[in-house]
């Protein structure tokens, strides 16, 4: 993971939690300098303060470097894993479905008012 992604996440979490640049230099004891300079990746300090900053942020590590949350089943089995996951996959795949239908349906009427339109203006046409 690269300091901008890390320095970005950053800032979203303290933002979310909303808190202030100022705040946050204040609580990790550098100057509010240092700390712009850390949320721009300007500095190497990042490093030595992520979990420092993750406490400050109430938010684990991971989620400073990575960007999401870990999953709370770490270690747990594949078969766990899709079991957990196999409701929402199939509320998804539901919906994927109603969405084609439905996207169907609506070129089904566009296709029937192109028709209509080309109708109207062969009608026009032949008035003239």
């Given at each position: 993971?690269?300091?901008?992604t890390?320095?970005?996440?950053?800032?979203?979490i303290?933002?979310?939690?909303?808190?202030t640049?100022?705040?946050?230099?204040?609580?990790?004891?550098?100057?509010?300098t240092?700390?712009?300079?850390?949320?721009?990746g300007?500095?190497?300090?990042?490093?030595?303060?992520?979990y420092?900053?993750?406490?400050?942020?109430?938010?684990?590590?991971?989620?400073?470097?990575?960007?999401?949350?870990?999953?709370?089943?770490?270690?747990?089995?594949?078969?766990?894993?899709?079991?957990?996951?196999?409701?929402?996959?199939?509320?998804?795949?539901?919906?994927i479905?109603?969405l084609?239908?439905?996207?169907?349906?609506?070129?089904?009427?566009?296709?029937?008012?192109?028709?209509?339109?080309?109708m109207?203006k062969?009608?026009?046409?032949?008035?003239?």
């Open positions: 993971m690269d300091n901008t890390i320095k970005d996440n950053i800032r979203k303290r933002k979310t939690r909303r808190l640049q100022e705040e946050m230099a204040l609580r990790l004891g550098i100057s509010i240092a700390y712009r300079d850390l949320e721009k300007n500095t190497s300090i990042l490093n030595s303060n992520v420092k900053i993750a406490d400050l942020l109430d938010t684990p590590a991971e989620e400073i470097v990575l960007g999401y949350r870990p999953s709370q089943m770490e270690g747990a089995s594949l078969q766990e894993v899709q079991l957990e996951y196999s409701g929402k996959i199939e509320s998804l795949k539901r919906r479905l109603d084609e239908k439905l996207v169907s349906s609506l070129e089904e009427t566009i296709e029937s008012k192109n028709e209509i339109i080309t109207l062969n009608r026009l046409a032949e008035e003239k």
